[in-house]
């Protein structure tokens, strides 16, 4: 069941859930995994060679992760060979743009922050 618009949620709070929102969506995963998802229904073979690095474990933990909050919608299709496919619910969208922008940013300034890295380190060492 949602909460309704009215409630008030703080972040800053440490009892508040919207703290544990935060860390689904913070996960590197879920950062790759939804803006895949916003480009249309993918099947679980499909996801895993679009995203490098990741185990077939944590592939599998982090759409769970992301059906069980209601931002991702899992469709069996009920045939042999199994095929399953993950698609966005409307929630789901509704934070796709937000992930995909925070993907490009990362992608935009990667080199800034590794020259900022290499000088930081070259003071430290």
């Not at 544990?20 to 099947?43: D, H, N």
């Not at 679980?44 to 919608?73: C, F, H, P, W």
């Amino acid at each position: 069941m949602s909460q309704p618009a009215s409630t008030a949620f703080d972040v800053y709070s440490a009892s508040c859930p919207s703290r544990a929102v935060l860390e689904l969506i913070a996960s590197k995963w879920t950062l790759l995994i939804v803006p895949l998802l916003a480009q249309g229904p993918q099947r679980n073979n499909a996801l895993l060679r679009q995203i490098g690095g990741i185990s077939q474990k944590m592939l599998t933990q982090t759409l769970r992760d992301l059906e069980r909050n209601g931002l991702v919608i899992r469709t069996d299709h009920h045939t042999v060979p199994p095929h399953v496919e993950y698609h966005l619910s409307s929630l789901g969208l509704s934070l796709s743009a937000t992930l995909a922008a925070l993907d490009r940013w990362a992608e935009a300034h990667a080199a800034a922050l590794q020259g900022a890295q290499r000088r930081f380190d070259g003071k430290a060492g």
